[in-house]
């Protein structure tokens, strides 16, 4: 019986993570990673720092060449500002998550659990984000006797930030740019929203951003 | 908006796709296959063939190293004799039919539809072959703006082929053999399956089978 969590490197499955961690023994809880060609590999990196840290197993899975047509993958410019709908619609990856859980199911064994990070944040511009599209691949899952959990579906990304720095996670190790760069940005929507979250969490933030002021300038223009 | 058929190239699918046909314009209807390591690997060239008899474009997808650990990808032997539960559990993949459909909505726009051609016989085998399962499915598609068709998942194979035959679908270029010889083997459950189901349809069998008489001994012995 493992908990099979998908691990992209960033705050939210890391936090998921560790979250799992807290009620599992490191032996019975995995980490799976997609290689799907996207912009930010660096998350690929941030997301092997992190099961290694818990000492956990982690695997990558190529699915390049499966998805394609959004900004994450090159298709057009990484929207900067504020992490609101019409700025990030670029960066929908069309059958992403449905194709990343399929993928980890088809990995686990009957009795194994799959744990995703998705939070409430990401309802509005990520349709597979949200709890009835969780609920209902929990129903299709469960052809294979592999159970879903979302245990953050409802949870807003400060909240998420709260209860993985409260279980232990290695925040600083995480990557959230959509750039791909050395350091983070600071002014993609995900720099802008990281910086946010760790504010309204009233946790400190580790991350070194190239630009550590733009996000409340964007923050400010967003609301 | 087009009709994405997944085909197999054995009959259900080519049956679904002259079904789909019937109401579409070719332009509108696309085929997809999948590339999974599969033994009977005999299946993607019947499917490129009944692809190119309707003149709609096909497209196949590498799925190799996600899916492991059934006799249809070498992990044991092909079971011979009837199609019966106890005797095809070897041929069961886990997550195969979530891994296929979400693969098929990755390259899926908003408006499109998936057609999959399950039937009822494959319900006490295979899971994934369920209305539930394709219900729960189509709500998880709908993310994506992708609805899930599944038309005969209420009929039995025979009623399959004969709604397949009456459509003017091209059986004789099917594939149905586990085995992936030259010829069908006339001696694997789905061989058994498919002599046994053209005979119930009342529809003349064009397959030229290894062992032509094997179908009627174990059809007898598995009731």
Redesign the interface.
């Known amino acids: 019986m493992t908990h099979i969590v998908v691990l992209s490197g960033g705050l939210d499955s890391t936090s998921a993570l560790a979250h799992t961690l807290t009620s599992k023994p490191p032996a019975e809880v995995a980490a799976v990673s997609f290689d799907y060609g996207q912009r930010h590999r660096r998350e690929l990196d941030a997301a092997a720092a992190v099961a290694a840290y818990h000492g956990i197993s982690h695997r990558v ?2 699915m390049t ?4 047509g959004s900004a994450l993958l090159g298709a057009s410019e990484v929207p900067e500002g504020h992490y609101a709908e019409d700025n990030m619609a670029a960066t929908v990856v ?3 998550n ?2 990343f ?3 980890a ?5 009957p009795g194994d659990s799959l744990v995703v990070g998705v939070h409430a944040g990401d309802h509005p511009i990520y ?2 984000c ?1 709890p ?2 969780w609920f ?2 929990n ?6 006797g592999v159970e879903v959990l979302a245990p953050f579906v409802e949870l807003t990304k400060a909240q998420v930030i709260a209860t993985g720095s409260g279980a232990g996670a290695p925040l600083s190790l995480t990557w959230s740019c959509y750039q791909g760069g050395e350091l983070h940005c600071g002014r993609c929507g995900t720099c802008v929203e990281r910086a946010e979250a760790f504010d309204l969490a009233g946790v400190v933030d580790p991350t070194t951003y190239q630009d550590s002021e733009f996000w409340r300038t964007a923050v400010a223009a967003g609301r």
Do not use: C, M, P, W
């Open positions: 899975l190529d060449g499966l998805l394609s069309q059958g992403r449905l194709l859980a399929a993928a199911i088809a990995t686990a064994r349709a597979d949200r009835g599209f209902h691949l129903e299709v899952a469960a052809a294979y």
